[in-house]
T-cell receptor
Framework: DQQVKQNSPSLSVQEGRISILNCDYTNSMFDYFLWYKKYPAEGPTFLIS?????DKNEDGRFTVFLNKSAKHLSLHIVPSQPGDSAVYFCAAAETSGSRLTFGEGTQLTVNP | DAGVIQSPRHEVTEMGQEVTLRCKPISGHDYLFWYRQTMMRGLELLIYFNNNVPIDDSGMPEDRFSAKMPNASFSTLKIQPSEPRDSAVYFCASSLSGNTIYFGEGSWLTVV
């Protein structure tokens, strides 16, 4: 039972354009959501998060949007840079604990 | 700041041998997690500890897997006996009473 799903295994965008990565979840108990970025041969690194009381959180070029009614969140990267090329994981947690459930990941490639 | 430190970074072992992976969490963090990443299953949580106590080990695949946390600064994940299907990247991660989890760089295990 995949509670967090990233339906696009890969995404390719041009440098300077917007990258939009999507994530859907099924567990209505999730109320904290995170995005992690992973380069090859490295561990995932925390990128940005959002709690369910918000619908948007912005940090520089990165913005996460949350649509609770649709159980959907997205990560926008504007403008995209070649250094953003990595695997992006969506993750979710319930308030009751710190256990994170991860999506399958989306490989983002930003072409110069 | 020292992040989560894992050892060994790479291990190649023969089927049937015992494998021990080690982790030093970020100082002061009270949660420690062991994740496994495979192509087939993505990032999956094996076990996590809170204040050195195992909270949820439902992700541990079999009795061949065991994890300990004898103190706040050290944890081990042991596989005995190892099998080729255990080949994966094993990540240790830690957090401080919250949901932002910081990962180590991973231990790449190959069982031949």
């Amino acid at each position: 039972d995949q509670q967090v799903k990233q339906n696009s295994p890969s995404l390719s965008v041009q440098e300077g354009r917007i990258s939009i990565l999507n994530c859907d979840y099924t567990n209505s108990m999730f109320d904290y959501f995170l995005w992690y970025k992973k380069y090859p041969a490295e561990g995932p690194t925390f990128l940005i998060s959002i709690s369910s009381i918000k619908d948007k959180n912005e940090d520089g070029r990165f913005t996460v949007f949350l649509n609770k009614s649709a159980k959907h969140l997205s990560l926008h990267i504007v403008p995209s840079q070649p250094g953003d090329s990595a695997v992006y994981f969506c993750a979710a947690a319930e308030t009751s604990g710190s256990r994170l459930t991860f999506g399958e990941g989306t490989q983002l490639t930003v072409n110069p | 700041d020292a992040g989560v430190i894992q050892s060994p970074r790479h291990e190649v072992t023969e089927m049937g041998q015992e494998v021990t992976l080690r982790c030093k969490p970020i100082s002061g963090h009270d949660y420690l997690f062991w994740y496994r990443q495979t192509m087939m299953r993505g990032l999956e949580l094996l076990i996590y500890f809170n204040n050195n106590v195992p909270i949820d080990d439902s992700g541990m695949p079999e009795d061949r897997f065991s994890a300990k946390m004898p103190n706040a600064s050290f944890s081990t994940l042991k596989i005995q006996p190892s099998e080729p299907r255990d080949s994966a990247v094993y990540f240790c991660a830690s957090s401080l009473s919250g949901n932002t989890i910081y990962f180590g760089e991973g231990s790449w295990l190959t069982v031949v």
